[in-house]
């Protein structure tokens, strides 16, 4: 199993970016996916996990309303298009297998991550 990201960057405080993730060997049809971030010194929280290809979506209040994930079913990929960046989003993101439940964010199968960074 193997997940890629890619699409970090650097931006400034406002701007946007679009990361996307190539899982292999692992099928988003029966499983969740979604994003995880480590921002320096903090431990590694849940973005965004999508239950499932096509299924439901659940965002981490930090994320909602700037944050975007998506899939391209033909080409096996999903997306985080990140909007309104602020320097407090600036962090490692992680693509990996994911399940929410019961206000719990479980990951598994890490990629090796992308840094975001957001200048003032």
């Known amino acids: 199993v193997q997940l890629v990201e890619s699409g970090g960057g650097l931006v400034q405080t406002g701007g946007s970016l679009r990361l996307s993730c190539a899982p292999s060997?692992?099928?988003?049809?029966?499983?969740?996916i979604g994003w995880f971030r480590e921002a320096p010194g903090k431990q590694r929280e849940g973005v965004v996990c999508?239950?499932?290809?096509?299924?439901?979506?659940h965002y981490a209040n930090a994320a909602q309303g700037r944050f975007t994930m998506s899939s391209e079913n033909a080409e096996n990929m999903v997306f985080l298009q990140m909007s309104s960046l602020a320097p407090n989003d600036t962090a490692v993101y992680y693509c990996?297998?994911?399940?929410?439940?019961?206000?719990?964010?479980?990951?598994?199968?890490w990629g090796q991550g992308t840094q975001v960074t957001v200048s003032p």
């Open positions: 990996a297998a994911c399940r929410y439940d019961g206000g719990q964010w479980y990951g598994g199968y």
């Open positions: 999508m239950k499932s290809r096509d299924g439901p979506l």
């Open positions: 060997g692992f099928s988003f049809d029966d499983f969740g």
